[in-house]
Each structure stands twice: as structure tokens, then as C-alpha cells.
């Protein structure tokens, strides 16, 4: 049977903005299988942020329940264990700028990570992940010396410092060109291939959509599935670039 890393049932959140209500989510209902990598679509404002912060254990839904490997987490904005214990032991967050700290080499922003896991191996598990991700030769180097392919290849290891059973990835890509783009994306599939975490990706960028096992709508806080043509991978790459 295929293990559920998340789920949310009837997720529902409503902002106040001045007179008006806007409803961020519409009764979203949605699992996430472990080792599946899946995208999250749609328009500015249709509540894609808002599911992220909410399975995140940031922002909690006020109504609907979001459950961790089956097990109820947050129930109609109470939450029902340690929220700041489970994001540091089975979460990690890639954001769409790296936000390594700048006074710190590439292997110490992964092993400050490791640390606030409790892990007394952070050093070799931060080298070890540099490694995975074809970024070790860079350790020694600050952020400043980093190129933005780079930055975000460390900010992928650092949220694997706690071995997460659920990565999620707002916009990771963003600030990158079309190629160092793809490359983050194939690195994030095969985070989720390879080490089992289920990997969630919100992104406008439609060109590697082919990377993902499954593809996701938002629009108006309501979530479905998303009926969109699939880009091939494409037919050539340009010799000698690597993000």
C-alpha cells in the first residue's frame, strides 16, 4: 500500500479586507503519496501560498484537518501535537530566493540545519548532501560566490538536512533562467524518487511540467487536478551549463 505523507480534508480560510471576505480556501481536500513529486498551478491570489503555509503548519486552516502519515496534526485551526517539533523533524521549505545566511559557507548553512534537527552528525551529513546534489566542490564558498543555480542546490540540501517525509517549494525557480530552472525542478523529482519525501512545487513556469508525476489547479481557493497538455522535456540543452 503506498504510504500518504499529507492530507488536508475540507481546508477552509478566509481573510477580511476591509467590508469584503475572500475566501483563500475553498474546501480543499487533496493526499500526497510519499515519493511523488507534484505541482501547484494557478493565478496570483488563488490560494496557493495559502494551502502551502497551511500543510506547512505555518498558517493553519481555520477550518478542516491536515494529517501527517495518518495522523490528524491540525484539526479546524487547533493544533493537536508540537507544530515547531514536526516542522523541524519531517519538513522542509525551499523558497523562491535561497535566504542562505550570508556570513555562512555553503556546508555551514546545511549543517546549521542539521544542528536544529538534533543530528550530531551535521558537518559529514552536510557534506554528504552537497555531494548528492552536485554542489560539494562549492562548500568553502560564501553566498555571494554562489551562482543562483547554486544557491538554490544548497537550499535543497538544507531542507534535507532533516530527512523530511514533505518538501514544499514555493516558486523555487523564479529568480532563474529557463535552463538552471529545469535543472532545480529534475533535482527536486529526484529528491522525491530517490529518498521517498514527497515534494510539493508551486510555480508559474510551465515548461517543466514533464518533471512532475502530478499536476495540480488552484483558482479561487479551489483545488483540482490540472488538465494541462504536458511540454516534452526538451531537445537539446546548452553544453556546459549547470545550475
Given at each position: 500500500m503506498t504510504k500518504i505523507a499529507v492530507s488536508a480534508h475540507g481546508l477552509t480560510k478566509t481573510y477580511e479586507s476591509g467590508s469584503t471576505s475572500v475566501v483563500a480556501l475553498d474546501d480543499v481536500s487533496f493526499s500526497l503519496p510519499s515519493g511523488t513529486v507534484a505541482a501547484l498551478l494557478g493565478p496570483s491570489g488563488a490560494g496557493k501560498s495559502t494551502l502551502v503555509k497551511a500543510l506547512g503548519l505555518i498558517s493553519p486552516a481555520e477550518r478542516?484537518?491536515?494529517?501527517?502519515?495518518?495522523?490528524?496534526?491540525?484539526?479546524?485551526?487547533?493544533?493537536?501535537?508540537?507544530?515547531?517539533?514536526?516542522?523541524?523533524?519531517?519538513?522542509?521549505?525551499?523558497?523562491?530566493?535561497a535566504n542562505l545566511v550570508s556570513f555562512l559557507t555553503a556546508r555551514e548553512n546545511v549543517e546549521v540545519a542539521c544542528d536544529?534537527?538534533?543530528?550530531?552528525?551535521?558537518?559529514?551529513?552536510?557534506?554528504?548532501?552537497?555531494?548528492?546534489?552536485?554542489?560539494?566542490?562549492?562548500?568553502?564558498?560564501?553566498?555571494?560566490?554562489?551562482?543562483?543555480?547554486?544557491?538554490?542546490?544548497?537550499?535543497?540540501?538544507?531542507?534535507?538536512?532533516?530527512?523530511?517525509?514533505?518538501?514544499?517549494?514555493?516558486?523555487?525557480?523564479?529568480?532563474?533562467?529557463s535552463v538552471r530552472g529545469r535543472a532545480v525542478m529534475e533535482l527536486l523529482r529526484k529528491v522525491a524518487h530517490e529518498r521517498g519525501a514527497a515534494v510539493l512545487v508551486v510555480t508559474h513556469d510551465h515548461r517543466a511540467l514533464d518533471?512532475?508525476?502530478?499536476?495540480?489547479e488552484m483558482e479561487d481557493g479551489r483545488l483540482r487536478p490540472a488538465d494541462l497538455e504536458r511540454p516534452g522535456p526538451p531537445t537539446s540543452a546548452q553544453p556546459g551549463v549547470r545550475a
Open positions: 478542516g484537518e491536515v494529517q501527517f502519515e495518518g495522523k490528524s496534526v491540525v484539526k479546524d485551526g487547533v493544533a493537536l501535537t508540537d507544530l515547531a517539533k514536526l516542522r523541524r523533524h519531517h519538513l522542509g521549505f525551499v523558497f523562491q530566493k536544529l534537527a538534533g543530528r550530531a552528525d551535521g558537518k559529514k551529513r552536510a557534506s554528504a548532501l552537497l555531494d548528492y546534489l552536485e554542489v560539494r566542490h562549492r562548500e568553502s564558498a560564501y553566498p555571494e560566490a554562489l551562482s543562483g543555480g547554486e544557491q538554490q542546490r544548497v537550499a535543497i540540501a538544507r531542507a534535507l538536512a532533516n530527512e523530511p517525509s514533505l518538501i514544499l517549494a514555493d516558486e523555487p525557480t523564479a529568480a532563474l533562467d518533471v512532475f508525476d502530478v499536476l495540480y
